[in-house]
């Protein structure tokens, strides 16, 4: 983001340029064209209670398809492996020099959620998997709506200290020979509470989603969750993203509202972008919310090299 | 302009990188503090078979619960946030639920990704088991079945903990004898019987078996271990008078059968984790 920002933005467009302007009706008419559509945010929402579903079922009804829960699991008898966790153990052994928990399947799972995660996008599994996901996805409605009554005040932080609790969490292990995130892990305590049943830590969710909701919009996700920040590491490069096309934007801006990451949208501010297309960078969920919202279909999901192909 | 933007990001980064090393702090300072309330804690509760040293446990297990979706008889169980540090960690209740080998195969150990249940020495023990088997009877009988004969020496080779027994309140101590069910109405824990008078593969509801003994020997008779892991032991008296009480052995692998079915009330048996002795 750094080196495209160095480069010359393309000169903002003209009037006569805008999407509405083509279609010879007024900017406001043009956004009332495009029903609401949630095609993506129902597609995926779909996926993530099914997969989380059938990880309650493998063990309620024993059928065995997705055992274990989000920290680590088995799917289809192949092991799958949480990658912060897996970091904190390679760097605990590191430290303590016992190596026998990294077994053959614990390589095994590491590995497969890499390719796997750098195939789809890295953080797709944020917006696609995550229950804490689901539930400050929902809950955020509520937030908007207390803003916008002006009942509470947004506050906003620094998008980089994400990387500060990564290294802080991955330090803290090390110094305290302790899974020190799992303990406070939304992920793994909700994927457990629904597969083994309660307990007395869903007071520290409920008490995350009361912060977001009266204080700071996706807190965790957005500023804390090192579980989101390796993902993010692992989808660096990755070729499934969201693509952005210039000549179709109207800049309202709105996907930038829906968004959990508004900054890696950056590109749609009027006089911002670089290039005539950008792509999404590594922050981004894959969540397809910028999508569903576009009038101008100016967003879209691709795979990076396919284009030209098709 | 642009440079009063990178300004003022670079400030507010440094004003909420401040907050990030101060929570990272807070929350180092809380599970140091946690750590030493646990350690008592930690050891009390009884890990599953094949369990590694508590030192390395509590972070090699990484708390998916393959091993509680695997148990047959629901033995394993994940620990609740009021075991601070240790939450989301395997433990088993032998009181509640104990673990009598009804998979034969050490399936909680199998199944860990991360070996915090180890499943080396059971494999080699299996092995070795079969090889001294082979030595023994060069020409195996039509009964010969290598999974028992493994199965045997993995079950043999756990070492969860040891069965320590109280003789103030055990009843062959005192010289009772037992009639009935051993365990208070409504309990739910089952277990699979050694005793080959009532062979069944599978287990069985504790309060199912109805006992009737002279003297009380549940502990003994319901071992899933055998002999080399608890007896009855006579033992005469200055007076000439003999007593009878059960003894615990090397061979006992902690799996706490006999505190499930022990018809004291509280138990007369607790396992004890060898970390602790």
């Given at each position: 983001?750094?080196?495209?920002?160095?480069?010359?933005?393309?000169?903002?467009?003209?009037?006569?340029?805008?999407?509405?302007?083509?279609?010879?009706?007024?900017?406001?008419e043009?956004?009332?064209?495009?029903?609401?559509?949630?095609?993506?945010?129902?597609?995926?929402?779909?996926?993530?209670?099914?997969?989380?579903?059938?990880?309650?079922?493998?063990?309620?009804?024993?059928?065995?398809?997705?055992?274990g829960?989000?920290?680590?699991?088995?799917?289809?008898?192949?092991?799958?492996?949480?990658?912060?966790?897996?970091?904190q153990?390679?760097?605990?052994?590191?430290?303590?020099?016992?190596?026998?928990?990294?077994?053959?399947?614990?390589?095994?799972?590491?590995?497969?959620?890499?390719?796997?995660?750098?195939?789809?996008?890295?953080?797709?599994?944020?917006?696609?998997?995550?229950?804490?996901?689901?539930?400050?996805?929902?809950?955020?409605?509520?937030h908007?709506?207390?803003?916008?009554?002006?009942?509470?005040?947004?506050?906003?932080?620094?998008?980089?200290?994400?990387?500060?609790?990564w290294?802080?969490?991955?330090?803290?292990?090390?110094?305290?020979k302790?899974?020190?995130?799992?303990?406070?892990?939304?992920?793994?305590?909700?994927?457990?509470?629904?597969?083994?049943?309660p307990?007395?830590?869903?007071?520290?969710?409920?008490?995350?989603?009361?912060?977001?909701?009266?204080?700071?919009?996706r807190?965790?996700?957005?500023?804390?969750?090192?579980?989101?920040?390796?993902?993010?590491f692992?989808?660096k490069?990755?070729?499934?993203?969201?693509?952005?096309?210039?000549?179709?934007?109207?800049?309202?801006?709105?996907?930038?509202?829906?968004?959990?990451?508004?900054?890696?949208?950056?590109?749609?501010?009027?006089?911002?972008?670089?290039?005539?297309?950008?792509?999404?960078?590594?922050?981004?969920?894959?969540?397809?919310?910028c999508?569903?919202?576009?009038?101008?279909?100016?967003?879209?999901?691709?795979?990076?090299?396919?284009?030209?192909?098709? | 302009m642009?440079?009063?933007?990178?300004?003022?990001?670079?400030?507010?980064?440094?004003?909420?990188?401040?907050?990030?090393?101060?929570?990272?702090?807070?929350?180092?300072?809380?599970?140091?503090?946690?750590?030493?309330?646990?350690?008592?804690?930690?050891?009390?509760?009884?890990?599953?078979?094949?369990?590694?040293?508590?030192?390395?446990?509590?972070?090699?297990?990484?708390?998916?619960?393959l091993?509680?979706?695997?148990?047959?008889?629901?033995?394993?169980?994940?620990a609740?946030?009021?075991?601070?540090?240790?939450?989301?960690?395997?433990?088993?209740?032998?009181?509640?639920q104990?673990?009598?080998?009804?998979?034969?195969?050490?399936?909680c150990?199998?199944?860990?990704?991360?070996?915090?249940?180890?499943?080396?020495?059971?494999?080699?023990?299996?092995?070795?088991?079969?090889?001294?088997?082979q030595?023994?009877?060069?020409?195996?009988?039509?009964?010969?079945?290598?999974?028992i004969?493994?199965s045997?020496?993995?079950?043999?080779?756990?070492?969860?903990?040891?069965?320590?027994?109280?003789?103030?309140?055990?009843?062959?101590?005192?010289?009772?004898?037992?009639?009935?069910?051993?365990?208070?109405?409504?309990?739910?824990?089952?277990?699979?019987?050694?005793?080959?008078?009532?062979?069944?593969?599978?287990?069985?509801?504790?309060?199912?078996?109805i006992?009737?003994?002279?003297?009380?020997?549940?502990?003994?008779?319901?071992?899933?271990?055998?002999?080399?892991?608890?007896?009855?032991?006579?033992?005469?008296?200055?007076?000439?008078?003999?007593?009878?009480?059960?003894?615990?052995?090397e061979?006992?692998?902690?799996?706490?059968?006999?505190?499930?079915?022990?018809?004291?009330?509280?138990?007369?048996?607790?396992?004890?984790?060898?970390e602790?002795?």
């Amino acid at each position: 983001m750094i080196n495209l920002k160095k480069l010359t933005p393309i000169p903002a467009k003209r009037r006569e340029e805008m999407p509405n302007s083509k279609l010879g009706i007024t900017f406001k008419e043009w956004k009332a064209s495009k029903p609401n559509k949630h095609k993506w945010r129902n597609i995926r929402w779909g996926v993530l209670l099914f997969f989380n579903f059938l990880f309650w079922a493998s063990f309620a009804f024993d059928i065995g398809v997705l055992e274990g829960s989000l920290s680590g699991s088995r799917f289809l008898g192949i092991y799958l492996m949480d990658p912060f966790n897996a970091l904190q153990e390679m760097f605990i052994g590191s430290r303590t020099g016992y190596f026998a928990m990294l077994t053959m399947n614990f390589f095994i799972g590491f590995f497969i959620i890499l390719i796997f995660y750098f195939l789809l996008g890295g953080r797709t599994f944020c917006s696609w998997l995550c229950p804490y996901h689901f539930l400050a996805e929902n809950t955020e409605k509520l937030h908007n709506y207390l803003v916008k009554k002006k009942k509470i005040k947004e506050h906003t932080y620094s998008i980089g200290i994400k990387y500060i609790f990564w290294a802080g969490f991955l330090l803290l292990a090390i110094l305290t020979k302790n899974l020190v995130f799992e303990n406070l892990n939304p992920v793994g305590i909700i994927s457990r509470a629904l597969i083994y049943g309660p307990g007395l830590i869903l007071l520290w969710i409920v008490v995350l989603l009361l912060f977001e909701i009266v204080y700071s919009k996706r807190f965790w996700c957005r500023y804390v969750c090192p579980i989101g920040v390796t993902y993010s590491f692992i989808g660096k490069l990755s070729p499934t993203t969201i693509k952005f096309d210039l000549t179709k934007c109207g800049h309202c801006r709105d996907c930038q509202d829906v968004c959990l990451v508004p900054h890696e949208l950056w590109f749609v501010k009027r006089g911002e972008a670089t290039k005539e297309i950008h792509f999404a960078g590594a922050d981004c969920t894959r969540c397809g919310l910028c999508v569903d919202i576009c009038y101008g279909d100016a967003l879209s999901y691709s795979i990076r090299g396919f284009d030209k192909i098709t | 302009m642009k440079k009063s933007d990178s300004e003022i990001n670079r400030r507010q980064f440094l004003k909420n990188g401040a907050f990030a090393v101060a929570a990272i702090g807070a929350v180092g300072v809380g599970v140091n503090y946690l750590r030493k309330l646990n350690e008592e804690n930690a050891l009390t509760l009884l890990r599953p078979p094949g369990a590694i040293l508590e030192d390395e446990f509590i972070y090699a297990c990484i708390k998916c619960g393959l091993c509680v979706q695997i148990c047959p008889i629901e033995a394993v169980k994940l620990a609740g946030i009021s075991d601070g540090l240790s939450y989301g960690t395997p433990y088993i209740d032998p009181l509640a639920q104990a673990c009598d080998f009804s998979c034969d195969a050490m399936q909680c150990v199998e199944t860990c990704p991360t070996a915090a249940l180890d499943f080396i020495p059971f494999k080699k023990a299996g092995e070795d088991a079969l090889v001294e088997y082979q030595k023994a009877n060069p020409t195996p009988g039509p009964d010969y079945n290598p999974f028992i004969v493994q199965s045997q020496s993995m079950k043999a080779t756990t070492k969860m903990g040891i069965a320590v027994i109280d003789h103030s309140t055990c009843l062959a101590r005192n010289g009772k004898g037992f009639k009935g069910s051993p365990r208070e109405d409504g309990f739910k824990g089952i277990y699979r019987s050694p005793n080959p008078k009532r062979e069944e593969r599978k287990a069985s509801p504790v309060n199912d078996h109805i006992f009737n003994r002279e003297l009380c020997d549940l502990c003994v008779t319901e071992c899933p271990i055998g002999e080399i892991a608890i007896i009855m032991e006579e033992k005469i008296r200055g007076n000439g008078e003999s007593i009878w009480r059960p003894m615990v052995l090397e061979g006992c692998t902690g799996c706490g059968v006999c505190v499930m079915v022990c018809p004291s009330t509280p138990s007369s048996i607790i396992i004890e984790k060898l970390e602790m002795i």
